[in-house]
């Protein structure tokens, strides 16, 4: 039910045929799975930008998140 609003997933656990990457295929949002010590890596709070496609992760501040129109 959250992986809807969801801008995408990072998950330290599974394999690209586990039912996180697949539902996130099924709804288009990325995902990057199997990614060893992201929970001790990322704390709440964390802002970060990832690349579904190459499976970069890269930590960032909120300034460098925000969009400016």
Same mark, same amino acid.
């Given at each position: ?7 995408? *997933? @990072? #998950?330290? %656990?599974?394999?690209? @045929?586990?039912? #996180? +990457?697949?539902?996130? %295929?099924?709804?288009? /949002?990325?995902?990057?799975? +199997?990614?060893?010590? @992201? !929970? %001790?890596? *990322?704390? !709440?709070?964390?802002? #970060?930008?990832?690349?579904? +496609? !190459?499976?970069? /992760?890269?930590? /960032? !501040? ?5 969009? +400016?129109?």
């Amino acid at each position: 039910m959250l992986f809807s609003s969801a801008a995408g *997933l @990072l #998950v330290e %656990r599974g394999s690209l @045929l586990s039912h #996180v +990457s697949i539902v996130c %295929r099924e709804i288009g /949002i990325p995902g990057i799975v +199997s990614v060893t010590g @992201l !929970t %001790r890596w *990322l704390k !709440t709070g964390d802002w #970060v930008e990832f690349d579904g +496609s !190459t499976g970069v /992760i890269r930590k /960032i !501040t909120p300034e460098e998140g925000s969009i +400016s129109a």
